[in-house]
């Protein structure tokens, strides 16, 4: 997985037809290419498709009141929506479903999964260093997801 440049599929079992399609959305150039294989996938096998956004930066960290809180989750709320939209038109027969969650972006996606038949992620390809420090998403999802994962990787030019 960690040399190629097209999408890995790490089949769970034969039920990929069956339940919804979980996207992973962080922002990066990786997250148009997921979102599309994600909606693609789902259309495809006529599933509904979860996009699920992890919010896990310093504001979360320091907000203490309620009120801080919303005012997170309805910007990462709107960030999300306006990630999916122009994939959402082009799969107008696509049920969607937006879940911001504040917790690690490899919880928050396996939590979604639980009745999923398909979840996907980009990769970003950080290398064993970075992986071993940052964390690798994508690798704790293809050991414990609950269902099959589909990982996009980085083109090389």
Not at 3 to 14: G, I, L, S
Not at 36 to 47: E, I, Q, S
Not at 75 to 95: C, M, N, S, W
Not at 122 to 131: D, E, F, K, Q, T
Request: charged share 25%.
């Amino acid at each position: 997985m960690h040399t190629t440049t097209t999408p890995v599929v790490v089949a769970r079992d034969e039920t990929i037809d069956e339940g919804q399609v979980v996207v992973g959305v962080d922002g990066s150039e990786l997250s148009a290419p997921a979102i599309d294989f994600g909606f693609d996938f789902a259309a495809r096998h006529g599933c509904d498709l979860v996009a699920v956004h992890a919010v896990t930066d310093r504001a979360v960290d320091v907000a203490t009141e309620t009120e801080q809180w919303r005012e997170i989750r309805d910007e990462a709320d709107k960030f999300l929506a306006a990630t999916i939209a122009g994939h959402a038109q082009r799969y107008p027969d696509v049920k969607t479903q937006r879940v911001v969650s504040f917790d690690n972006p490899a919880q928050a996606l396996v939590n979604q999964a639980t009745n999923a038949a398909l979840l996907v992620v980009g990769s970003h390809g950080r290398g064993p260093v970075r992986r071993a420090l940052l964390g690798s998403v994508s690798h704790a999802l293809v050991y414990h997801a609950p269902c099959s994962v589909a990982v996009l990787r980085r083109r090389r030019d």
